[in-house]
């Protein structure tokens, strides 16, 4: 199993540009969420997903647009991109419907 | 809503000496109570994690967590570290819906 993968690992974008962040999971799990990782802030949910065709809002979701169209792949759409945006992205997959999360290494994204 | 204190930012810590981080929690019942490990560049693997029962966890890599209901707290321990413990450690909590709020997160360093 390769488990949580997570393409670009680095990405820069010029503001105002949009891209997408592809997350993929091979263990059949139900449950996807995303996260934004910032200095001193711990990780913040932006979306989540609790199976194909069915997401909702997190914590911090505005400027971010996601999908679920199957168990496996799960999205993260910057419609718009700001420097605001500048982070570490992480995918996660929960086993079962447990809290237990596996997570992607990550991408870092960079908006000037 | 739940939400996770680290007090502490920032630890240095000799090798071969003890280690503990604290994490204070908030939420009415009980909670499912995790560690993560992020290594420098990584994503987070999971540490521990506490649902019910013996509030005494056992986790991988030599660390331990108690939970202490009267307190809110869920103290990760080691007993003697090695290099290889330098990481950032998140403490997490997941209250009824499949989600996980983090801690901020504290950043371990070792001596040697």
């Known amino acids: 199993n390769a488990g949580v993968t997570q393409t670009p690992k680095f990405q820069v974008l010029k503001t105002g540009q949009s891209m997408t962040l592809q997350c993929a999971q091979d263990?059949?799990?139900?449950?996807m969420s995303w996260y934004r990782q910032d200095p001193g802030m711990g990780l913040r949910l932006i979306h989540y997903?609790?199976?194909?065709?069915?997401?909702d809002q997190g914590e911090v979701p505005n400027g971010y647009n996601v999908s679920r169209s199957t168990t496996e792949d799960f999205p993260l759409r910057l419609l718009s991109a700001a420097p605001s945006q500048t982070s570490v992205y992480f995918c996660?997959?929960?086993?079962?419907?447990?809290?237990?999360?596996?997570f992607g290494p990550g991408t870092r994204l960079t908006v000037t | 809503a739940q939400s996770v204190t680290q007090p502490d930012i920032h630890i240095t810590v000799s090798e071969g000496a003890s280690l503990e981080l604290r994490c204070n929690y908030s939420?009415?019942?009980?909670?499912?109570l995790f560690w993560y490990v992020q290594s420098p560049g990584q994503g987070l693997q999971l540490l521990l994690k506490?649902?019910?029962?013996?509030?005494l966890v056992q986790g991988i890599k030599g660390f331990e967590a108690e939970f202490k209901r009267s307190q809110s707290s869920f103290n990760l321990r080691k007993p003697s570290v090695h290099w290889s413990d330098a990481a950032e450690y998140f403490c997490?909590?997941?209250?009824?819906?499949?989600?996980?709020?983090f801690g901020a997160g504290t950043t371990v360093t070792v001596r040697a």
């Open positions: 996660a997959s929960t086993r079962g419907y447990t809290y237990e999360q596996y």
């Open positions: 263990m059949n799990h139900e449950y």
């Open positions: 997903s609790v199976g194909a065709g069915i997401t």
């Open positions: 939420y009415g019942a009980t909670p499912y």
């Open positions: 506490y649902f019910s029962g013996d509030t």
């Open positions: 997490a909590v997941g209250a009824g819906d499949y989600k996980l709020s």
